[in-house]
């Protein structure tokens, strides 16, 4: 993550807070983050140095029509600094700033296979037990763990993947 996009970030959430939408720019952050991540094309338009800012922003203001005037303002902010590649990392830094100011954590669950609601619910149950803190869920699906679950709070990690399980057997047999 670039100190630039922190430094924006920053700065629209101080805005947004200001302006009493912080809500609705979080909302917008996410749509754009997840967007983004998700179109190999808008990433490609936005990071490349071929196609004139004009383009770029009447891409952006189409793609992004339904979003809040704050939201609109950062994203001519970046075009008009040149710096509109990097509005991925300033959305995704936006809504990780949201959450500290509001004491949610976020736990990332690796599993084989997504996970129903009612395990996401006893997931937010054992994560708030152990954080105190207010927890959002985001499940990543990774097979290669073939089963159980890697449960990532902050920098703290737990691994109960069947992966990680037959690695310390293969470590314990080449040892002895």
């Not at 997504?114 to 619910?121: E, G, N, R, W, Y």
């Not at 152990?130 to 869920?137: A, H, M, Q, W």
């Given at each position: 993550m670039s100190r630039?996009?922190?430094?924006?970030?920053?700065?629209?959430?101080?805005l947004a807070s200001d302006q009493k939408?912080?809500?609705?720019?979080n909302k917008d952050m996410k749509l754009i983050a997840a967007t983004i991540a998700d179109s190999k094309d808008l990433k490609d338009t936005l990071q490349s140095p071929v196609i004139s800012s004009t383009i770029k922003k009447s891409v952006l203001l189409e793609v992004f029509k339904k979003t809040n005037k704050t939201?609109?303002?950062l994203i001519e902010t970046l075009i008009s600094n040149n710096r509109v590649d990097l509005l991925g990392e300033v959305a995704s830094k936006y809504n990780q700033l949201f959450?500290?100011?509001?004491?949610?954590?976020?736990?990332t669950v690796t599993t084989a296979v997504a996970i129903t609601d009612d395990l996401k619910k006893k997931?937010?149950?054992k994560a708030k037990e152990l954080t105190g803190k207010e927890i959002e869920v985001d499940n990543i699906v990774d097979e290669s763990i073939?089963?159980?679950f890697i449960l990532?709070?902050?920098?703290?990690?737990?691994?109960?993947?069947?992966?990680?399980?037959l690695n310390k057997l293969k470590r314990e047999f080449t040892l002895n």
């Amino acid at each position: 993550m670039s100190r630039a996009a922190i430094r924006y970030a920053k700065a629209i959430l101080s805005l947004a807070s200001d302006q009493k939408a912080a809500d609705a720019v979080n909302k917008d952050m996410k749509l754009i983050a997840a967007t983004i991540a998700d179109s190999k094309d808008l990433k490609d338009t936005l990071q490349s140095p071929v196609i004139s800012s004009t383009i770029k922003k009447s891409v952006l203001l189409e793609v992004f029509k339904k979003t809040n005037k704050t939201t609109i303002s950062l994203i001519e902010t970046l075009i008009s600094n040149n710096r509109v590649d990097l509005l991925g990392e300033v959305a995704s830094k936006y809504n990780q700033l949201f959450d500290q100011s509001k004491g949610i954590e976020l736990a990332t669950v690796t599993t084989a296979v997504a996970i129903t609601d009612d395990l996401k619910k006893k997931v937010l149950a054992k994560a708030k037990e152990l954080t105190g803190k207010e927890i959002e869920v985001d499940n990543i699906v990774d097979e290669s763990i073939l089963g159980g679950f890697i449960l990532r709070i902050g920098d703290v990690q737990y691994n109960a993947s069947i992966a990680n399980q037959l690695n310390k057997l293969k470590r314990e047999f080449t040892l002895n």
